[in-house]
Nanobody, 125 residues
Framework: QVQLVESGGGLVKSGESLRLSCAAS????????MAWFRQAPGKEREFVAA????????FAANSVKGRFTISRDNAKNTVYLQMDSLKPEDTAVYYC??????????????????WGQGTQVTVSS
């Protein structure tokens, strides 16, 4: 089992930045992919970004490329999502997720068995 706890959400204005954290426990993460998803009211949960823990390689959705950066701290067993140039359309509950690593990055939320409780990000115009 992998336990995930997110933090760092809040209310910011358009153009500002936030950094989300996801602290993981329960398993060694070297064989895992960690990801961030988000879900806005009335919409499906969508993939934001992922990182392969062992290699540090990353993959991000087109909608956030160049604005959001995913990273990890091995010593702290923590994944981060640095969000810059935030837009009102980034408003959502952001979730951290984990899955055992495969050959490819997976963007379907149903393929991730481990989830955090979510943290709210609200961007005002």
């Amino acid at each position: 089992q992998v336990q995930l706890v997110e933090s760092g959400g809040g209310l910011v204005k358009s153009g500002e930045s936030l950094r989300l954290s996801c602290a993981a426990s329960g398993r060694t993460l070297s064989g895992y992919v960690m990801a961030w998803f988000r879900q806005a009211p009335g919409k499906e949960r969508e993939f934001v970004a992922a990182i392969r823990w062992s290699a540090g390689t990353t993959f991000a959705a087109n909608s956030v490329k160049g604005r959001f950066t995913i990273s990890r701290d091995n010593a702290k067993n923590t994944v981060y999502l640095q969000m810059d140039s935030l837009k009102p359309e980034d408003t959502a509950v952001y979730y951290c997720a984990a899955q055992e690593a495969g050959l490819f990055f997976i963007i379907m939320s149903t393929q991730y068995p481990y989830w955090g409780q979510g943290t709210q990000v609200t961007v005002s115009s």
